[in-house]
């Protein structure tokens, strides 16, 4: 298990970052393709992006077996004000900060930008008993055909949303959604399945009662992915071992929260705003006061 943080001038630089900390511990990079037993990944610049999607396998430096599902980056310009009037381009120098865990390995890439601003890109391998596929999966801020307008996030009482062109929530942006960000590759009913899958049906109940109004301390609770059956029911297919959902309300980003013997680092979902969920750009601005806590191996 690693921690990895410094500056970065490029996407150039933010990929040269993410191969050379992955490669030292335990991957194998060939061509633009990560590779760590049956885990692969393939990382690239695209443009002013840098982009993620996964796969099977790799031959020559080329994924194989590439996902169904859009790829994942970081880059994306969200806009906010009143008329959607205010762009936050990522603009360099950035800051970053790559977790590498392991047992099940998974990788957290986080960009800090305008002081206040994050994306990421995230990747690893599911050890969800039951599944076809291998598990590989992956997913960031923004995918390929997403959209920088803030949307209303589903509320803490449980409600809908009223827009699908940004959602940064980790597995909570369907293919209706902001087009399906990254995927798990689960084939639980089909070939080649890798997407289909949502992330908030029992987040809201634990962390809606987060902070607590006794002591003020914020619960962190597993980040637990389903896929949709022909059933009409639910399967799950990761539940993550790394990251966890946590409100930042008496919290600061980046805060390092020690639970002896584990240590965790938070981010807001993109840019911490009041009220505590998402609302439609005139009133927030920022994707509330959910966030996330990574896994900590650093001094």
Known sequence: MAYVTGTANSYADLLAALQAACTANGYTLTG???SKGTLFVEAKVVGSTLQIQGGSGQSGGVLSGRSNAQPSLIGLTVYTGPTAAVAHPIVFPVTYEIHLNAAPDEVYLFVNYET???QYLAFGQSDQPGLVGSGNWYY???GTNTSGSIWDFRTIGGGGTNG???NPGLFDALQGYGGGIGG??????????WSSYVSYPDRWPIQQNSPSAWNGESVLSPIIVYTFRPSSLFSPVLQTRHI?????DNLVDRQIIDLSPDKWMV????RRSSPRTYEPTPAGGGTGTLGYAVRYTGP
């Open 32 to 34: 633009n393709v990560l």
């Open 184 to 193: 798990i590759d689960h084939q639980m009913d089909a070939a080649g399945q």
């Open 164 to 166: 699908s062109t940004f």
């Open 267 to 270: 981010y807001p979902l993109w």
């Open 244 to 248: 966890r959902w946590v409100m930042l």
């Open 116 to 118: 206040t601003c994050y």
């Open 140 to 142: 960031g801020t923004a």
